[in-house]
């Protein structure tokens, strides 16, 4: 199966997409048909109308290619997903705040790609807050601190944390989780502490 349109990078594998819907229960769906306006006489009529009823004026063809010339780089279905491994050329790390609770968040960058984990540093649930304590003995053996800011000043310390040198991601839904760590080393200039959250990250925290 070969995806031409980036449907797949878009909304995920076909076999992980969820549909959210914004209807209250009993409404009907509304559709509502594709419009185009015509330049000299303001009707508006279908997208697929060639000549307007209204004034003849005849629409150009459309030049746009209906999809790329590649297919998607990307598994269609992820239970057929294969984990890729990458080679991690940066390593971000900051703090990342979603519903009243702050994590850390990890980015790890590659080829002009970005692999993003979070360590729920923070969280007061024991089962969520193990996946940091993991994280944290997987990266040298170390104890999980108690706050993102303890974190951020320990990471900060070049030396106290050895950054990998590629990591193995696999298919989540519309996005890559990060699963596995190799060549793990004291890399120097690899990794960077940002205090505070970057715009870019608070507009995906809002999204």
């Not at 998607?72 to 050329?89: G, Q, S």
């Not at 900051?94 to 850390?104: A, C, M, N």
Request: with cysteine; glycine share 6%; net charge neutral.
């Amino acid at each position: 199966m070969l995806d031409f349109a980036g449907n797949i990078e878009r909304h995920g594998p076909i076999d992980q997409i969820q549909v959210k819907s914004k209807r209250k229960s009993g409404e009907k769906a509304v559709s509502v048909a594709p419009v185009k306006e015509c330049p000299q006489c303001h009707e508006l009529v279908h997208t697929s109308v060639r000549i307007c009823p209204g004034c003849e004026h005849e629409f150009p063809e459309s030049t746009m290619p209906a999809h790329g010339t590649e297919a998607a780089d990307m598994d269609p279905v992820a239970v057929l997903a294969k984990p890729r491994t990458v080679e991690v050329e940066a390593i971000r790390y900051s703090p990342h705040t979603k519903q009243e609770r702050t994590s850390l968040r990890v980015e790890y960058l590659s080829k002009g790609q970005t692999y993003t984990q979070w360590v729920p540093i923070e969280d007061p649930r024991s089962y969520v807050r193990k996946h940091a304590v993991q994280w944290f003995w997987d990266h040298g053996r170390h104890q999980c601190p108690d706050t993102v800011a303890d974190a951020l000043n320990f990471l900060e310390r070049e030396g106290n944390v050895p950054v990998p040198h590629s990591i193995q991601v696999v298919r989540d839904g519309a996005y890559w989780k990060v699963d596995k760590y190799f060549g793990l080393s004291h890399r120097k200039g690899v990794a960077t502490v940002e205090r505070e959250a970057s715009l870019s990250n608070l507009l995906r925290a809002w999204g």
